[in-house]
């Protein structure tokens, strides 16, 4: 996943990075909640695409978390 904008153009710490991309899963969240909270019929397909990108953003997450650990902080 690519960082659009400020993010592309100065470098990002570990820390900072997970930080961005946990604001963003934590948006998509409260998207799905909304979603929860109003239900609309979605047919099975978009519904097992919305999975997938669930855990996607999951899956992105934990890797990120990984490599911040892994990788010594840089400046």
């Known amino acids: 996943m ?3 904008g400020p993010a592309q153009q100065s470098r990002l ?8 991309i946990e ?3 934590l948006q998509f969240s409260a998207l799905l909640r909304e979603l929860d909270n109003h239900p609309v019929a ?4 978009l519904r097992m695409e919305l999975d997938d ?4 953003v999951e899956c992105r ?3 990120t978390k ?7 902080e840089t400046a």
């Open 42 to 45: 979605l047919d099975d397909r």
């Open 61 to 63: 997450i934990a890797a």
């Open 13 to 20: 710490t570990a820390p900072e990075l997970v930080a961005k």
């Open 2 to 4: 690519e960082m659009a």
């Open 23 to 25: 604001q963003k899963a």
């Open 53 to 56: 990108v669930l855990d996607q």
């Open 66 to 72: 990984a490599l911040e650990r892994a990788l010594p």
